[in-house]
């Protein structure tokens, strides 16, 4: 049973490119979770979407950031125009319900580098 | 506001000792309270969680952890270290009231020496 898939695991851009990551949740869970962890600090949370739905986004920047999850297809958090602050490893996680009675799983995280 | 604090940024111990790694929270209300490991380029995985009844929680690969609402603290305990504990630890809290939105602690990078 594959656990939450992420790609690409590494991915390096230089400023004022785009950056794609993916994710795909464990089967038969419909909510995903994305975080990211800058160096030396702990998770944070950024946005939590289920299918076709953005549930809240108020972990994310204002500007640059999007995340959807399509109806089929992975979850795809997108930068824009990444700047070198937005290096970082973005961690996917997923859960089977909305209520927080049970772990979120996660994926091995995309590190993103900026140049 | 909702933190979770974990002082120590750094601890080493020698093979077989014991550790205990602190988490110190805020929270209004009882919590979900989360360890997770995360060895170097990897993801997280889950070691032990608290939701309700014994405070004293057992996880895998022989970790435990007591919540003491008194001190608003999880602390991470395991009697005899080894090599392959070497990781970063991370302390975090979810609410109770069906939020997702987990809290992370800034981690304690675990050193262990032969």
């Known amino acids: 049973n594959a656990g939450v898939m992420q790609n690409p695991r590494h991915l390096v851009r230089r400023r004022g490119q785009e950056a794609r990551l993916r994710c795909s949740p464990m089967k038969g869970h419909s909510h995903v979770y994305w975080y990211r962890q800058l160096p030396e600090e702990g998770l944070k949370f950024m946005v939590y979407l289920q299918k076709e739905n953005i549930i809240d986004e108020s972990g994310m920047p204002k500007e640059r950031f999007s995340a959807e999850f399509p109806k089929e297809g992975p979850s795809i958090l997108r930068i824009q125009q990444v700047v070198r602050g937005d290096s970082a490893a973005y961690f996917c996680?997923?859960?089977?319900?909305?209520?927080?009675?049970?772990?979120?799983?996660f994926g091995e995280g995309s590190r993103l580098t900026v140049l | 506001a909702q933190s979770v604090t974990q002082p120590d940024i750094h601890i080493t111990v020698s093979e077989g000792a014991s550790l205990e790694l602190r988490c110190n929270y805020s929270y209004g209300a009882t919590p979900y309270l989360f360890w997770y490991v995360q060895s170097p380029g990897q993801g997280l995985q889950l070691l032990l969680k608290?939701?309700?009844?014994?405070?004293l929680v057992q996880g895998i690969k022989g970790f435990e952890a007591e919540f003491k609402r008194s001190q608003s603290s999880f602390n991470l305990r395991k009697p005899s270290v080894h090599w392959s504990d070497a990781a970063e630890y991370f302390c975090?809290?979810?609410?109770?009231?069906?939020?997702?939105?987990?809290?992370f602690g800034t981690g304690t990078r675990l050193k262990v020496l032969a």
């Open positions: 996680a997923s859960s089977p319900t909305s209520k927080n009675t049970g772990e979120l799983f």
């Open positions: 975090a809290v979810g609410s109770t009231s069906g939020t997702y939105k987990y809290i």
């Open positions: 608290y939701f309700s009844g014994d405070t």
